[in-house]
């Protein structure tokens, strides 16, 4: 069984800053891409960065430049530092991650259950 649970949500105002943290546990073998998603309402999740095993990232290009997305492979555990953040931020943020696992090393993903994110002043 593997969960994952993520922490560091909140109310910050314009330009401020937050910190995600989303830890994996169980009877895991390997992990390969972690990535965070957001969902604001009455829109679509979107994919908001990707880290690869190796470290590569990717994201989308509304928070180039004020996120960023890393990871402690020692932990199990990936980060989103958010930065200047903006109103348009606001949302329920979600971590996902591909992971090996069990006895048969079952490959799938898995989800964090969300924490919200809310930018107001």
């Known amino acids: 069984q593997v969960q994952l649970v993520e922490s560091g949500g909140g109310l910050v105002q314009p330009g401020g800053s937050l910190r995600l943290s989303c830890a994996a546990s169980?009877?895991?073998?390997?992990?390969?891409?972690m990535d965070w998603y957001r969902q604001a309402p009455g829109k679509q999740r979107e994919l908001v960065a990707v880290?690869?095993?190796?470290?590569?990232?990717n994201y989308v290009d509304s928070v180039k430049g004020r996120f960023t997305i890393s990871r402690d492979n020692a932990k199990n555990t990936v980060y989103l530092q958010m930065n200047s953040l903006k109103p348009e931020d606001t949302a329920v943020y979600y971590c996902?991650?591909?992971?090996?696992?069990?006895?048969?090393?079952?490959?799938?993903?898995?989800w964090g259950q969300g924490t919200q994110v809310t930018v107001s002043s």
């Open positions: 996902n991650a591909n992971i090996m696992s069990g006895d048969r090393l079952t490959l799938r993903d898995y």
């Open positions: 880290i690869t095993s190796g470290g590569r990232t």
């Open positions: 169980g009877s895991i073998f390997s992990i390969n891409d």
